[in-house]
């Protein structure tokens, strides 16, 4: 029992308790600058959020302001009267053609082909990336996809 009690007064002199005293406000203050610095942060990745979403908007604001100055032109109103309302510049005649008039004189075939060639293709990407690849190397003729 002496043991133990020698023990616990040589660890809780007045020098070691202010000591611990001491530790314990410098990590309370280590804890407090740690979290203030974490705090920190989030609101930096927030205002750096804002920022980008700020010069998304504006530039939003800069192309509708163009569409605006746009559809304001004279260039405009004169493509929109002549396709929305089929109207025509002084001088000019409307030639209204069928769809059926209009067809008869398209080369079906290659429409066709087209459309046959990207609906049959069931190649995986990887092989369609490689073949692609394959072909700019060697200097082949690369058709569209």
Do not use: C, H
Request: charged content about 20%; glycine content about 4%; overall charge positive.
């Amino acid at each position: 029992m002496k043991f133990k009690t020698a023990k616990i007064k040589k660890y809780f002199t007045t020098s070691n308790v202010a000591l611990y005293v001491f530790a314990l406000i410098v990590l309370a203050i280590t804890w407090s600058g740690v979290k203030t610095i974490q705090s920190n942060y989030e609101l930096q990745k927030q205002i750096s959020v804002l920022k980008q979403q700020n010069a998304v908007l504006s530039l939003q604001n800069q192309t509708t302001q163009l569409k605006n100055q746009y559809y304001a032109t004279d260039q405009y109103l004169d493509l929109a009267a002549r396709q929305d309302l089929g109207l025509a510049a002084p001088g000019e005649q409307v030639l209204l053609i069928s769809r059926a008039t209009a067809l008869k004189y398209t080369n079906l075939g290659i429409a066709a082909t087209r459309q046959t060639a990207t609906q049959t293709d069931n190649r995986s990407e990887f092989v369609k990336n490689l073949e692609a690849w394959r072909d700019f190397l060697l200097g082949r003729n690369i058709s569209s996809d």
